[in-house]
């Protein structure tokens, strides 16, 4: 798991769908790192990875996702979710900043 299949995530084309819903081959909204811009991604692969911790990141709605997941940051750089505070600033799509409101481990929960 990086993110809850319950995560909404932007396609290519504008649309929001659950991430449980997304399949190889479909086109979302991403960030390319180098070129600092946004900008369309073919999915290549569904992970299906398993994590101990699952980490809750509440922006403007609250994030499930592993301890490993990273977040694009207002500089571009990256950070996995484990070390986020609150103040930092994420880029979200459109490239729009929002700032980490609270950020806390969650034992792991069958629920996500």
């Known amino acids: 798991m990086a993110f809850d299949t319950e995560t909404m995530i932007t396609m290519a084309d504008g649309q929001f769908v659950v991430l449980g819903d997304i399949v190889v081959g479909d ?3 991403a960030v390319n790192l180098a070129e600092k811009e946004q900008c369309t991604a073919k999915v290549l692969e569904i992970l299906d ?27 571009f750089s990256t950070k996995k979710s484990v070390e986020l505070r609150p103040g930092d600033i994420l880029l979200r799509e459109g490239l729009l900043e929002t700032p980490v409101k609270s950020v806390r481990a969650n034992p792991k929960s069958r629920e996500l």
Request: aromatic share 4%.
């Open 27 to 29: 086109e979302v909204m």
């Open 49 to 75: 990875e398993e994590s101990d911790r699952i980490v809750s990141v509440r922006v403007q709605e609250e994030i499930h996702c592993s301890d490993t997941q990273k977040f694009v940051m207002s500089d």
